[in-house]
């Protein structure tokens, strides 16, 4: 089995001098960071959290998640990261599916969720004794480092494991796409609990380069630190740049700044010409949870030939097309299939819904697109029936499940329809049960105690019949066309 050395502390050796994290509150070096960490490890053992353990992690970007995120590494234990935005039933579902041994979370999200009885606060945690624990010297690439849940089409989520290998593989095939300088500074305004955030974390790691660390996105927060903290590269989502690029008004970003990588679905054309316009260096990607952050992405100086194109696969992946069986010719649609050592080795507890996604090695993503001559990739769907908003993956069977575990709901449809703020957002259509009736705000308000705030639905329409083919599968295409879109 092929190992690597404990990335933190490697890089601790290595480079201990240099900046690792810089915060509103502190900045550390790596050798800073590595010392915390061997003590958070020692509380971990203290509270009883030994190697081959399952934890979950329920917090907010902070310095103190860091130390949590690499201090469970340090152990050998498999880390949960838990979406903040999700609700107790969701969290507790997740949680338990992953056979957690506990939930490390914060006040604030303990208080809001009544989390009280299931989880340990981190205040109380790093304010613990420590007992000494075995430091893993080595990752063994195999081995699942953590898991994420992506919603899935059954309407229950399921848990994509992570090998160190497949961050470790990420973090290469991003640095030979971008490139690495010494200068190289990366903004942190996403979430850890997101790949995109994760990855990050780990990426600069890997490269010895600091983060620039925000607890929430403020768009005036990270222009100033792109025009006055040495950022060089930021990873956001079209709604942020989009935040961004109006705030900084008639004003250009330095010379300096070389990378806004932007994912999380397809951009609109009119954000990618006013970024030409702006001479903003846009690299648009594709990825996905089960391919630990980006596969597919394109540079600038493809960005006037190629616009709307998400690229190339990174050095260590590939790409095909296929529909039917078979892999098609430049320009015709199918399904986007990935291979590569960044790809998941499968679903937690999920053996048929390995078996169907993957195959022969290759990653059949379900998302719709084509090639053209050159090998560009353009995505036309995130996975047909994929509502993405405001960088948030959002399955429409997800928030079916919930409206007809309603006693009066007979049938559910959900679709998204275009928003000027988020890009899309979930309506859902319902039908009832005999004669009962219910009114909308009781049926959001019946979601919104079982789905995170983003996925409730922003509108409900009642119908007498939902739109279905010969074999009764929902026509949602037809959803779309009872309805104006929402401005």
Not at 185 to 202: A, E, K, Q, R, Y
Not at 347 to 352: N, S
Not at 434 to 447: M, N, R, S, Y
Request: net charge negative; proline share 5%; hydrophobic share 40%.
């Amino acid at each position: 089995m092929t190992t690597i050395p404990n990335w933190l502390a490697n890089r601790a050796y290595l480079t201990p001098n240099r900046v690792a994290i810089k915060s509103e509150e502190i900045t550390l070096t790596f050798k800073e960071l590595h010392q915390r960490v061997v003590r958070t490890a020692k509380q971990l053992s203290y509270i009883g959290i030994n190697k081959g353990d399952t934890v979950a992690v329920l917090l907010m970007n902070s310095v103190e998640m860091i130390q949590i995120i690499h201090g469970l590494n340090y152990i050998g234990v498999t880390t949960v990261l838990l979406n903040a935005r999700l609700t107790k039933h969701e969290v507790l579902w997740q949680n338990e599916d992953s056979g957690a041994k506990l939930i490390i979370s914060e006040e604030k999200l303990v208080k809001q969720l009544g989390l009280h009885r299931d989880a340990i606060m981190i205040e109380e945690l790093l304010d613990s004794p420590e007992q000494e624990v075995d430091i893993q010297a080595e990752f063994l690439l195999e081995m699942t480092n953590t898991i994420m849940y992506t919603s899935g089409t059954t309407g229950k989520p399921k848990g994509v494991l992570q090998t160190y290998g497949n961050h470790w593989w990420s973090a290469i095939g991003s640095a030979l796409n971008l490139g690495l300088k010494e200068e190289d500074c990366w903004l942190v305004v996403v979430p850890f609990f997101h790949i995109s955030g994760l990855s990050i974390l780990i990426r600069s790691v890997v490269y010895g380069i600091p983060i620039v660390l925000q607890k929430g996105f403020s768009p005036k927060v990270a222009n100033d630190a792109i025009m006055n903290q040495g950022v060089t590269i930021v990873s956001v989502v079209s709604t942020m740049l989009t935040k961004m690029l109006n705030e900084l008004g008639g004003e250009s970003y330095p010379p300096s700044f070389r990378c806004m990588l932007l994912g999380g679905g397809p951009a609109p054309m009119p954000l990618l010409e006013k970024c030409q316009q702006l001479n903003v260096p846009v690299y648009q990607s594709y990825g996905m949870t089960e391919t630990a952050s980006q596969i597919v992405t394109l540079a600038p100086e493809y960005s006037l030939g190629k616009i709307g194109s998400a690229g190339k696969p990174l050095f260590p992946c590939q790409l095909r097309i296929e529909k039917n069986g078979g892999i098609v010719k430049p320009f015709e649609h199918g399904e986007i299939v990935v291979k590569g050592p960044n790809v998941t080795k499968g679903y937690l507890h999920r053996e048929v819904a390995t078996k169907n996604a993957i195959k022969n090695d290759w990653f059949y993503t379900g998302d719709l697109g084509y090639v053209d001559n050159d090998g560009f990739l353009y995505v036309l769907d995130r996975r047909s029936d994929l509502i993405i908003s405001g960088g948030e993956n959002i399955y429409p069977a997800e928030i079916e499940a919930i409206l007809l575990s309603h006693a009066f709901v007979n049938e559910a449809g959900v679709i998204g329809v275009p928003d000027t703020q988020w890009g899309q957002v979930p309506v859902a259509f319902v039908t009832m049960k005999d004669e009962q009736t219910v009114d909308k705000e009781e049926l959001i308000a019946f979601c919104a105690e079982r789905l995170g705030r983003y996925k409730i639905p922003k509108d409900i329409y009642f119908l007498d019949r939902l739109p279905r083919n010969a074999t009764n599968k929902l026509l949602r295409r037809n959803l779309l066309q009872l309805i104006s879109p929402k401005e």
